[in-house]
Structure formats: structure tokens, C-alpha cells
């Protein structure tokens, strides 16, 4: 059963899907239960690939339908995609633990279809991030998307405008994605990834201007899909109105998944040599990085809406990732793959805390902080986790990542990229500093009596611990931990994982 | 004769010039029922220009979904749809601007390309001298299907169609979790659907005679498969259709009294689990998923004809869900998701 895992990860929401599609009788709790037990299941999967993975010390082939590569499909498994996949099953457990009472308030009705989106959208991502060839990623990649398009457009107010919006940018950046798969496949005659990469490296495709040419288009088609800097706009407005089950699923992942694809293409399907030494593009997208961390803060910073803080903190993230990515060293490299992980879980905890407050104040706004910490002690706490993390404050894992990063960024001699990476942690300190002290000293009443209105006449909302429901609070408090737990195992993940899916070349 | 010389590049031109001419006047047109109608007719021509590269499977698939179904659904969903001209400011002008120089940049890009392309169906190029040589020597061999499409389809990346069917599933659930919401706000919109209450003798008595040979023919491009362009999706399609006109020729409730509710969304999700659940039952028999040589043993025939076998049984899976899932977008988007009346 072992040698199954692969495919089980990934099979197993499949069937839930296909199941909570036809439980509608049988209530919302089967439905929940369901859910969870198969996300369960997959988590499990992917655990015991990733311990086989590092036990043996090489990347974990699975051959769909008992084919030979690259006769058939491949499920490729190796260090990389290995701690990818246990953070996307692992998000999205919590996430499902977390559904409970969110969802059913979101989703009046048809609750249980709702699921089966959620469970596809996992199976998606679980599958775009364990596959070995570039078709059957593309295929996947529609899974996700149109799964996501499903469970945003069933948020509040204009979701569904913005959500159409969002269809827009993502079909065209799946259509370039597949466009320049295209134009690989018609220079190769092959779609396997390994196969890809070893008749890519032939000179004379190297200097192809039709091989150039796909690559440019499926990391243009990616970076719409993982919202870069000039390419973001679709996002603040489809992920702030999303419900929150909604936003707490795919803000962490559908991104962060994005750029583990960008990772795959530039380096197990082209090779570091190619991406910096044949195309000379590096210094323009780290630019384009920079502008996108400062920018993306900047923005956070004006806003008044939480989640839409949030969105815009992810576009900022984004920028560290690819730029990450792009310095060309090994320190680039490995922070950009931790921070996959960090940021992962950072935003999942930012977006299940705001979630929380939106689920107890009923408002979304910056206000809905006020005295969050004597009404809601537990929640406040692991806000400031997350915001710490986002600074960069030491024992969390947002702070090596950004140690790395930043190390990445000196040694390469990209001084923009370093700016921008400290300018962006001040303006995170600045945000999150603004929203704590709100929580922490400013009391409503307080506020009013101290301008002398008449207004005030009203009785004073008095202030009550109303903490989150128990199934909200515990994945609260497991992404909050697993935030120190990260930070505290940095060595070992580096070690364990990153450095094993180092690519040769840089 | 050269397989080179036998294409007639000039027919090639005339399609090519005609689908640009289409796509514009889709795009220039106002109204969205003609802008509807104009890209059933780009659906055509694209169809011919497949059959034309000898992809008649993907061209079947293409007058299928594109020139009918896609059209219909056009159709059902401009009739809710209020449109008004807006009058763009300045700065949509600019970005309109831009977003045009964009495309010409990129299309420049593309064209540059074109130049170390290999030649229109050159017998030397990768793709004709990497894969394809060994797909096409060994699949009759190893999976007895002579339609090497269909085997490589259902076969050798049987895991992609699995999900390609899971695409189609997904569309009719988003569909259906968007529109058959119970709080309706354009009720409003519902108003100006017309009524059809009496509908043309001549209509149904067409349908009468058509639809029954439509759902044979379909199940023969099932069933056919194996041997001929068609499978699956393309039966699928056709068997769907074949509702849609009926729904089209006598009304919602009629078709929907013939075909309930209930069944369609069983059939969604069961066409998928078919398909996945023979892969699991080879999995569960020690092969790996899909490998459908593990039912030699329960089906008491050789490896080679178990793949056989089980490129059929998975082509029928998804025939339900396509079949299934066109019924239901047709039901959900024609009537607005509330499912009182059609087109």
C-alpha cells in the first residue's frame, strides 16, 4: 500500500467530491464529517510520502495506469513537492476543521456542493503539485481554477463581479500557460517534465527563439495565475468579498501553489543555465518583485478593510517569493522555497483570525478590532503570532525566511531587492503596530467620550469575553504553533528538504 | 503524391481569413444574440480547419461543443442578460489602448516564432519522430484498440481524461452553486423571458423523428470508438443534444419530466466515479491506478485485452458525465437557475 500513496493523496477528495455531491439528504454534519475525513486521509498520504521521500533520499515515481514514462503520466515526488504537498493537505484540514460553523453561514443552502468544490480544489492543488508531466498540470490547474471560481463567486455583495473578473485573468492565464506548452511540445514532441528537461538542454534548442518563446508565455500565464506585481489587480477584490471559509482556503494555497509551478518550469523543466544565462531577465523581474513587496504594503497599509489588508500583504508576499527565486543563488533559492511553507501557513493564520473577528463583530472593517484583546484573548494572541511572523520577529518562520532572502539578496548584489525587502517589513511593522494598539489600548466608549459628543448617549457596549466557537479557536491555535514550529525546525527543513531539491546550476 | 502537396494551402488561407473575419464581427457586433450566432460559425470553420490537419476526433469534438452546445448555451443565457453601450472615459480609452498595443506586441512575438517552426505536418518534426512513432507501432499491440487516439486517450493518459471529466463534472456543479441560489435577485430579469406555451407542430414532430436517431447515432460513436473517431466525450455530447432539442422543441418541463433532476445530477457524479472507480478497482488488485490490466483476471481475458476492455468501460464514464452535464447546463443556464422554462 505504501508504493499507492501518490495517487491516494490525490484520489481520495476526488471521490469525496463525487460523494458530497449526492449527500444532500443526509444533512450538513455528514457532509462536514465527510470532508474531514477525507482531507484526513490525504494529509496522511502525503505524510508517509514525504517520510519516504526523505528516508530514501530520492524523489517518489508513481506511473499512472502502470505506463513507462513518458509513455504515460508520471507522479513525480521529490523534496520540493514533497513539503508542498503536506502544507497544501495540512492547510486544508484546518481549514475544513475550521468550516464548521463559517460555511453553513456563508452557504445557506446546497452546503454539500459547496464541499465538493472545496474537496476539488484540494484535489487540484494536491495534483498540480504531484505531477511529473506539463499537460496533466495544465489539466489540474483548470481543476483548481474552476473549483475556485465556483467558491468565490459565492461570497457577499459584488463577489460575483469580481469573481468574473477573476475568471477573465485566470482563463487567459491558463490559455498562455498552455499556449506556450504548445510551442514546447511542438520544438520537443514530448510533455514528460525529466524527458523535457533532458531534450531542452540540446544546444540547438536552447537558442530556439520558439522554445524561448513558450517559456515566456507559460511564465507570464503562471504569474497571472500567482498575481505578480503588474498582474495582481484580479485579486484584492475576488479573495476580500470571498466567504471566509472560502478566503481561509484559497488565499493561502491557490498563490503559493502558483509559484511552486514557476519553480517546477524554471528549474526541473528548463535548468538555472538556461533561465540565467540564456535569458537575461532576472534583474527586470526583481525589480518587478521589489516594486510589488513595497507596493503591495503600501496598498495594505490605506486600506480600512481587514481582509482586504490581507490581500494586499499577499500580492507584497508574492514579490518576496519571486524574487526569491530569481536571485539566482542558493540562499534565494532556499528562502523563496521556506517561504512557500511560511507564508503558507502566515496567511492561512491571518486569514482564520480576521475570519474569526468578521464571524464575532459581524464587520470587516479596522474598527472590528477595537478591544479585541479583552474579548477575545486567544484569537488577539495568535493575530500577533502571525503579525510577528509577517514582520519578521525571530523565533517565527517568517523571520528565516526573510534571513534568508535578505542573505540571497546581499550575495547576489541586488541592493533594490534589499531595500525593498526591509522597506516592506517596516511597513508590515507599521500595519500590524496600527491594528494591535487598536486591539489592545482602544476602547469604543473611550473613543467617543474623549471628543465630548452628545452621541455617546447610548448605552456602552460593554465588553464581554466572546471568544470563537472551539472548532474555529483549535486550527486557530495549530497554525499559530505550527508558526514557532516552523521557526524552531528551520535547520531541519532546510536540511531535510530544501537543500536536497537544491537545483544543480546556482 | 506528398502528403505535403495533397493539402491546398489556398483552402487553408480562405478558412484562416473567414475565422479572423468572425472572430472580429463577434467582437464588433452589439447584439449579443448575433455575436452568439457568429461564434457557432468561428466554431465551424475551426472545425473544418481540424479536419483539414487530419485531427478529426478534436473536429468531431469541436461542431459537437462548440458549433451546438456552446451556441445553445449562448443563446439561453443572453436572453437574462440587460445590455446597455457605455460610453468609455478617457482613461478606459487609455487602458484600452494599451491592452491593444499589448496584444500586438505579443502577436509579433508569436509570429517571430514561426520562423524555426518546423514545416505544416513535416514527417521530421519532434513531435512526429519523438512519441508519436512508438504510440502509433505499439498501441494496436499493447491495448488491441485499433484508433490510436482512443488509446492514448483512454490508455496511455487515461489519468488526464479521468480529470478532463472532473473538468466537465465541475463546470455543472459551479454552475449549479451559482445559480440555483434560493435567494434570487433578478427575479427581475425573469420577467422578460417570454412565454412558450404553444410550440410549432412542425417543431415537435421534427424532434420525433430526429431524436431517436440522434441517441442511437450517439451510442454508436460510443460504442465505436475503439475503431473510429468518436468516444466518450463526442457521444456524450451528441447524446445531450439530443435533450437540449428536445427542450428546445417542446419546453423545459417536457424534457425535464423525461430526464429529472435528480437522475441528471447522479449521472454527473456517476460517470466520474465509474471512471475513477475502475482505476481505484485496479489499484485495489495491486496495479497501479488505471492500470487496467489488473482485470484480466476478473474479466478472464489476456492483459492486453483487459486494457481493451477497460478503455470502453471508462469511455462509457465519461460519456454519462458529458451526456449528463450538457443537460444540466443547458437546464440551469437557459432558465436562469430557477429551472421553470427555457429557451
Known amino acids: 500500500m505504501m508504493d499507492q500513496t501518490p495517487a491516494i493523496m490525490i484520489l481520495v477528495p476526488v471521490f469525496a467530491s463525487l460523494a458530497l455531491t449526492l449527500i444532500g439528504p443526509l444533512g450538513h454534519r455528514a457532509a462536514y464529517g465527510l470532508l474531514i475525513i477525507s482531507i484526513a486521509g490525504s494529509l496522511a498520504a502525503a505524510l508517509a510520502t514525504m517520510v519516504q521521500v526523505v528516508q530514501t533520499g530520492q524523489a517518489v515515481h508513481y506511473r499512472m495506469g502502470d505506463w513507462i514514462p513518458p509513455m504515460g503520466i508520471e507522479l513525480v515526488i521529490d523534496h520540493l513537492s514533497a513539503g508542498v504537498l503536506v502544507l497544501i493537505s495540512a492547510c486544508a484540514l484546518l481549514t475544513a476543521i475550521y468550516s464548521m460553523h463559517t460555511a453553513r453561514q456563508d452557504n445557506p ?87 523535457l528537461a533532458e531534450i531542452l538542454s540540446r544546444p540547438e534548442l536552447e537558442a ?3 522554445v524561448r518563446i513558450g517559456f515566456s508565455l507559460i511564465i507570464l500565464g503562471v504569474w497571472i495565475k ?44 528548463f535548468s538555472a543555465d538556461y533561465i540565467f544565462q540564456q535569458i537575461a531577465w532576472s534583474r527586470l523581474v ?221 | 503524391m506528398t502528403w505535403d502537396t495533397s493539402l491546398l494551402w489556398q483552402f487553408d488561407i480562405l ?70 453601450i457605455k460610453k468609455d472615459r478617457p482613461r478606459e480609452q487609455g487602458i484600452k489602448q494599451i491592452t491593444l498595443v ?22 521530421a518534426s519532434p513531435a512526429s519522430t519523438h512519441l508519436s512513432p512508438r504510440y502509433i507501432e505499439q498501441a494496436y499491440f499493447e491495448t488491441a484498440t485499433p484508433n490510436v487516439v482512443t488509446a492514448v486517450l483512454a490508455d496511455y493518459r487515461s489519468y488526464d481524461t479521468m480529470f478532463e471529466a472532473v473538468v466537465v463534472f465541475a463546470a455543472a456543479l459551479v454552475v449549479m452553486v451559482v445559480l440555483r441560489r434560493t435567494s434570487h435577485k433578478h427575479r427581475m430579469a425573469l420577467h422578460l423571458r417570454p412565454k412558450r406555451a404553444g410550440r410549432d407542430t412542425v417543431l415537435r414532430g421534427a424532434a420525433q423523428s430526429i431524436i431517436p436517431v440522434m441517441q442511437i447515432f450517439a451510442l454508436y460513436v460510443l460504442f465505436h470508438g475503439h475503431y473510429s473517431p468518436g468516444g466518450g466525450f463526442q457521444g456524450g455530447v451528441i447524446f445531450g443534444a439530443s435533450f437540449i432539442l428536445l427542450a428546445l422543441c417542446y419546453n423545459l418541463k417536457f424534457s425535464m419530466n423525461r430526464f429529472r433532476e435528480h437522475a441528471v445530477l447522479w449521472c454527473c457524479a456517476g460517470g466520474v466515479l465509474l471512471y475513477a472507480g475502475i482505476g481505484a478497482a485496479c489499484l485495489a488488485m495491486g496495479w497501479n491506478f488505471l492500470g487496467y490490466g489488473a482485470l484480466a483476471g476478473v474479466l478472464g481475458v489476456s492483459d492486453v485485452m483487459a486494457r481493451s476492455h477497460g478503455i470502453l468501460a471508462v469511455e462509457i464514464g465519461v460519456g454519462i458525465t458529458v451526456m449528463a452535464v450538457m443537460v444540466s447546463l443547458y437546464n440551469d443556464l437557459a432558465s436562469g437557475g430557477d429551472l421553470e422554462e427555457g429557451l
Not at chain 1, 484580479?234 to 511552486?260: D, E, F, H, Q
Not at chain 1, 482602544?442 to 466557537?469: F, H
Not at chain 2, 502577436?107 to 517552426?117: G, H, P, Q
Open chain 1, 109 to 195: 443552502d446546497r452546503l454539500n456542493h459547496y464541499y465538493a468544490l472545496f474537496a476539488l480544489l484540494v484535489a487540484g492543488l494536491l495534483g498540480m503539485t504531484a505531477t511529473g508531466d506539463v499537460f496533466n498540470l495544465y489539466v489540474l490547474l483548470e481543476i483548481s481554477a474552476l473549483s475556485s471560481y465556483g467558491l468565490l463567486a459565492r461570497g457577499k455583495g459584488k463577489a460575483y463581479y469580481a469573481t468574473f473578473r477573476y475568471l477573465m485573468m485566470g482563463t487567459i492565464g491558463a490559455s498562455f500557460y498552455l499556449l506556450g506548452v504548445g510551442y514546447i511540445y511542438i520544438m520537443t514532441g514530448s510533455l514528460n517534465m525529466a524527458d
Open chain 2, 102 to 123: 499589448i496584444a500586438v506586441i505579443c502577436a509579433v512575438m508569436m509570429l517571430n516564432a514561426t520562423r524555426d517552426l518546423p514545416e505544416w505536418a513535416d514527417p
Open chain 2, 15 to 84: 478558412i484562416l481569413l473567414m475565422m479572423v473575419i468572425c472572430a472580429v464581427t463577434a467582437l464588433a457586433l452589439e447584439g449579443l444574440l448575433s455575436s452568439a450566432i457568429v461564434t457557432g460559425a468561428y466554431s465551424f470553420l475551426i472545425c473544418l480547419m481540424w479536419t483539414h490537419m487530419r485531427a478529426v476526433d478534436v473536429a468531431f469534438t469541436e461542431a459537437a461543443v462548440g458549433a451546438a452546445i456552446s451556441t445553445v448555451l449562448f443563446l439561453g443565457t443572453a436572453q437574462y442578460v440587460n445590455r446597455w
Open chain 1, 226 to 269: 500567482m498575481a505578480l506585481f503588474p498582474l495582481h489587480a484580479w485579486l484584492p477584490n475576488a479573495y476580500s468579498r470571498a466567504g471566509t471559509t472560502t478566503a481561509c482556503l484559497i488565499a493561502p494555497l491557490m498563490t503559493k501553489v502558483s509559484v511552486y509551478v514557476m519553480l517546477r518550469i524554471m528549474f526541473t523543466v
Open chain 1, 286 to 506: 526583481i525589480y518587478l518583485a521589489s516594486a510589488a513587496a513595497v507596493l503591495g504594503m503600501i496598498t495594505a497599509l490605506s486600506q480600512r478593510d481587514l481582509r482586504k489588508m490581507l490581500t494586499y500583504i499577499i500580492v507584497a508576499e508574492i514579490g518576496y517569493l519571486t524574487g526569491g527565486a530569481w536571485l539566482a543563488n542558493t540562499a534565494g533559492y532556499t528562502g523563496a522555497v521556506y517561504h512557500i511553507l511560511a507564508d503558507g501557513l502566515m496567511t492561512l493564520c491571518l486569514f482564520m483570525a480576521v475570519g474569526a473577528i468578521i464571524y464575532r463583530t459581524g464587520e470587516s472593517t479596522a474598527a472590528a478590532m477595537q478591544g479585541l484583546f479583552q474579548r477575545m484573548p486567544v484569537t488577539a494572541g495568535v493575530l500577533l503570532v502571525a503579525a510577528a511572523s509577517v514582520v519578521g520577529v525571530p523565533p517565527t518562520c517568517g523571520f528565516f525566511s526573510k534571513w534568508y532572502l535578505l542573505q540571497g539578496a546581499v550575495k547576489a548584489g541586488e541592493w533594490v531587492f534589499v531595500a525593498a525587502l526591509i522597506i516592506a517589513g517596516l511597513l508590515a511593522a507599521i500595519l500590524f503596530f496600527r491594528l494591535l494598539e487598536r486591539a489592545f489600548f482602544g476602547r469604543l466608549e473611550d473613543a467617543v467620550t474623549e471628543n465630548g459628543s452628545e452621541k455617546s448617549q447610548e448605552v456602552p457596549r460593554k465588553i464581554r469575553l466572546e471568544e470563537a466557537p472551539l472548532t474555529m479557536l483549535l486550527p486557530l491555535v495549530i497554525t499559530g504553533a505550527a508558526l514557532f514550529g516552523l521557526g524552531i525546525y528551520t535547520n531541519e527543513v532546510v536540511q531535510y528538504l530544501i537543500r536536497w531539491s537544491m537545483p544543480a546550476g546556482i
Open chain 1, 208 to 210: 530556439s527563439v520558439s
